[in-house]
């Protein structure tokens, strides 16, 4: 009985540090999506969604501070791994842009953030509590931080209680570094609607998706994050949350093009 004890406790502890690994392993992705409530995808009489077709536009990039120039992820290189995704929810991509039922607006990059300076104590932790300095940085840490709370969809935590854990876990994501892809839908109908003096149409749907960068390489980061996109892109989500997403995916990193030069017209043709 002891023998079928002590086997039963190692082989839960097996299971534990299995279920740890699996954990670790997984990257922890923050998920805002939002959609119109006029927003509703057509369907067919067997209830499965129509195809919507969408063109790509060249959003805003937010490079890394220290970034190296061939490290930067290009547009086309996310596009491409958006288009290979947006397929399994039956968003196609236009053969003819003009004729596109909305366009995918795309910003992407990572966020940037002061890791030695905790922007809600470095006030109380300074020997001179008037220290402007040290006001300094914390006002510049916490403005940092809101707009990378923007950036990545988690405004929210503004209006939850401080002591929330939900709130805790936002800060942590708006406090460091994140790789990040926003995509917002506009309607190419609405566009072409409306009148000269109207600003554009709000978005039939958004997706803001991001993950830590000490997680993955950026090719790999990126590539879960359209991944991901696949999954939410339409969707309605009431808040910001986070998802654990174990299969990792990569992108294809897209060389310069190089063209043969034009052989000579004058050059002798090779014998037969």
């Not at 749907?205 to 696949?230: C, D, I, M, V, Y």
Request: glycine share 4%; with cysteine; hydrophobic share 40%.
């Amino acid at each position: 009985m002891k023998t079928c004890l002590l086997k039963w406790r190692f082989f839960c502890s097996i299971l534990l540090v299995l279920s740890m690994a699996s954990q670790t392993l997984a990257v922890d992705i923050l998920v805002k999506a939002s959609a119109r409530e006029d927003y509703i995808r057509p369907v067919n009489d067997a209830g499965n969604t129509k195809a919507e077709t969408y063109t790509f536009l060249k959003g805003k990039y937010y490079p890394y501070e220290y970034e190296n120039p061939e490290d930067e992820i290009r547009f086309e290189e996310v596009a491409y791994a958006l288009k290979q995704e947006l397929t399994a929810k039956n968003y196609v991509m236009s053969k003819d842009p003009m004729k596109a039922d909305f366009i995918l607006v795309v910003h992407w990059g990572q966020t940037n953030s002061n890791p030695d300076v905790e922007y809600f104590d470095v006030a109380a932790d300074s020997e001179d509590p008037f220290d402007p300095m040290a006001e300094l940085d914390a006002y510049e840490a916490d403005k940092q931080a809101r707009e990378n709370a923007r950036i990545i969809g988690a405004t929210s935590l503004y209006d939850m209680h401080v002591y929330s854990l939900k709130r805790q876990q936002l800060e942590e994501a708006a406090r460091h570094d994140r790789y990040f892809v926003n995509v917002l839908a506009l309607s190419v109908e609405e566009i072409r609607t409306r009148s000269e003096k109207e600003v554009m149409p709000k978005p039939l749907w958004t997706l803001q998706l991001s993950l830590p960068t000490g997680r993955a390489e950026p090719t790999e980061a990126f590539g879960t994050l359209a991944k991901t996109a696949g999954r939410y892109s339409g969707e309605n989500l009431l808040n910001a949350d986070f998802i654990r997403e174990k299969e990792k995916r990569g992108i294809v990193r897209i060389g310069k093009l190089e063209f043969i030069e034009t052989i000579d017209e004058a050059t002798e043709a090779p014998k037969q």
